[in-house]
T-cell receptor, first 114, second 113 residues
Framework: DTGVSQDPRHKITKRGQNVTFRCDPISEHNRLYWYRQTLGQGPEFLTYFQNEAQLEKSRLLSDRFSAERPKGSFSTLEIQRTEQGDSAMYLC????????????FGPGTRLTVL | DQQVKQNSPSLSVQEGRISILNCDYT??????FLWYKKYPAEGPTFLISISSIKDKNEDGRFTVFLNKSAKHLSLHIVPSQPGDSAVYFC????????????FGTGTRLQVTL
């Protein structure tokens, strides 16, 4: 299967701990997005990479959040000093250059902060 | 500020009938619109899209209609099947800002036998 993959699928952590999520996009896609979805809401944009460059960040992405995409392949999203309000589904999506803006999503990482 | 709105949280339709899901937007800069389907514990799956230069796009059982003057789009599913039961999200983007997607809050479709 050559879709977007995310790891882990579930993460339970205690408040104050750091967590890191990984996203592997579709191999030929150079654009990568992170979104966050909370209960009853649609996904909300967090950040965007084109190749290895992080080109846009949402104001939702506080100083405790950092994302990287070394070498323009996989990406990581780290949350430091987690808070209960960080509990959400974190979704990664990728897009190629051929399609206009069809973004293809991974299965998500469900984060629960106790 | 909810720029993309799906005012119906849920919809129930009988198998074989038409399902119509609606979406409204407020930002006139949006020039590309998409529908995604989501099952529990999975990521959204792309269904169909439409550019603002068109007013209709069809793909099998799925048709999306766009009314730019009313800032309204709709997704028609004909005929509806039980496997269509899921949450449907409308999303919008514009080419000037990383093409990030702005989503509505979703409509839960249940197709009954």
């Amino acid at each position: 299967d050559t879709g977007v993959s995310q790891d882990p699928r579930h993460k339970i952590t205690k408040r104050g701990q750091n967590v890191t999520f990984r996203c592997d996009p579709i191999s030929e896609h150079n654009r990568l997005y992170w979104y966050r979805q909370t209960l009853g809401q649609g996904p909300e944009f967090l950040t965007y990479f084109q190749n290895e460059a992080q080109l846009e960040k949402s104001r939702l992405l506080s100083d405790r959040f950092s994302a990287e995409r070394p070498k323009g392949s996989f990406s990581t999203l780290e949350i430091q000093r987690t808070e209960q309000g960080d509990s959400a589904m974190y979704l990664c999506a990728s897009r190629g250059t051929v399609s206009y803006n069809e973004q293809f999503f991974g299965p998500g990482t469900r984060l629960t902060v106790l | 500020d909810q720029q993309v709105k799906q005012n119906s949280p849920s919809l129930s339709v009988q198998e074989g009938r038409i399902s119509i899901l609606n979406c409204d937007y407020t930002n006139s800069m949006f020039d590309y619109f998409l529908w995604y389907k989501k099952y529990p514990a999975e990521g959204p799956t792309f269904l169909i899209s439409i550019s603002s230069i068109k007013d209709k796009n069809e793909d099998g059982r799925f048709t999306v209609f766009l009314n730019k003057s009313a800032k309204h789009l709709s997704l028609h599913i004909v005929p509806s099947q039980p496997g269509d039961s899921a949450v449907y999200f409308c999303a919008a983007s514009w080419s000037g800002t990383a093409s990030k997607l702005t989503f509505g809050t979703g409509t839960r479709l249940q197709v009954t036998l």
